[in-house]
């Protein structure tokens, strides 16, 4: 059986966000019941409940794995130092992705599993040579193709990840221009992992479209942990709160008649999960219209700590 906890739920910057006074960061910050925190997006999974893989490395990474008891150390007798961590997968390069990586650099072995973009990212900036390639082995993630998961010595892990090229565009930190421009292939994927011969629970926390081939891969599927940025396209810009849309970062909205809602309205997937919540979308709070749209549409929205199983 799958086991998947959330690490983080947020998108970039965390809900609240440490510059953001918007309402529902205000809220958040207050302690309101309504408008709970949540960390940048990140999950863990793993098929025993003994050996995790997570699923991108947030920069609250640390904060992350403290409050969460199935990835305390548990080491055996005579040691001092263990993890449950056996590898981590990278969907992207963003810093919300990868930051985390640093905070993983005390010499405990892990796999490090990415797309060649991404490896590329790694590859060209020296801080994440505190990663020793000797102890941490950094694997490629091939596209459309099963990968049997295995930790830094090569054991097997019961987890199988295939990565497939979703809409997206290259990291914030490498645009070059003032439009949004597209990633090469691999460099926003989605993943479908699955324990053992389970059903495959998919994680996209960035897509800016809904493609004929998202559709075919996607219909019928158990679980799916999708974008959920923003609500509304313009939200941020209407919020006063940068002057992007959604479709400008890479991300389809939630709502209208190209969005996320719509897109899957006929899709028949069973368990249906928004993640990486800006903290201007008002599904963030509990008692707003908006979540209670996504809820009538069939949605759960994500929330640190929140348990799954596929």
């Not at 510059?19 to 997006?41: K, L, M, Y």
């Not at 005390?106 to 990415?114: C, D, I, S, T």
């Not at 809409?167 to 479908?192: C, N, S, Y």
């Amino acid at each position: 059986m799958l086991k998947l906890i959330v690490l983080g739920a947020a998108a970039g910057g965390g809900f609240p966000q440490w510059n953001s006074a918007g309402p529902g960061c205000r809220r958040a910050r207050a302690g309101d019941p309504t408008a709970r925190p949540r960390t940048q997006c990140a999950l863990a999974a793993s098929a025993d409940g003994e050996r995790w893989v997570l699923l991108n490395a947030a920069p609250e990474l640390p904060a992350q794995l403290a409050a969460t008891p199935a990835l305390h150390p548990r080491p055996g007798p005579g040691q001092i130092r263990h993890s449950p961590i056996a590898a981590v997968l990278l969907t992207g390069a963003e810093v919300d992705t990868v930051a985390g990586l640093l905070s993983l650099r005390e010499r405990h072995p892990f796999a490090l599993y990415a797309t060649p973009p991404s490896l590329g990212v790694l590859a060209a900036n020296p801080i994440f040579g505190a990663l020793n390639p000797a102890i941490v082995p950094r694997r490629e993630l091939p596209l459309g193709s099963p990968l049997p998961l295995r930790d830094a010595e090569g054991a097997p892990l019961g987890l199988t990840v295939e990565a497939y090229a979703v809409p997206g565009k290259v990291p914030l930190f490498l645009e070059t221009r003032d439009e949004a421009e597209p990633g090469e292939e691999g460099a926003t994927i989605g993943l479908a992992i699955r324990a053992g011969e389970g059903p495959a629970a998919h994680f996209i926390p960035g897509c800016a479209m809904m493609t004929e081939a998202l559709r075919i891969r996607l219909r019928g599927a158990e679980l799916v942990l999708f974008d959920g940025t923003l609500f509304r396209d313009d939200e941020m810009i209407r919020a006063g709160a940068g002057p992007k849309t959604g479709a400008r970062m890479g991300h389809m909205s939630i709502s209208g008649e190209g969005g996320t809602i719509a897109a899957f309205a006929d899709l028949g997937v069973r368990r249906r999960i928004l993640i990486h919540l800006n903290n201007t979308n008002p599904v963030l709070l509990d008692d707003s219209p908006e979540r209670a749209q996504v809820a009538a549409a069939g949605w759960d929205v994500a929330e640190d700590g929140m348990e799954i199983t596929a």
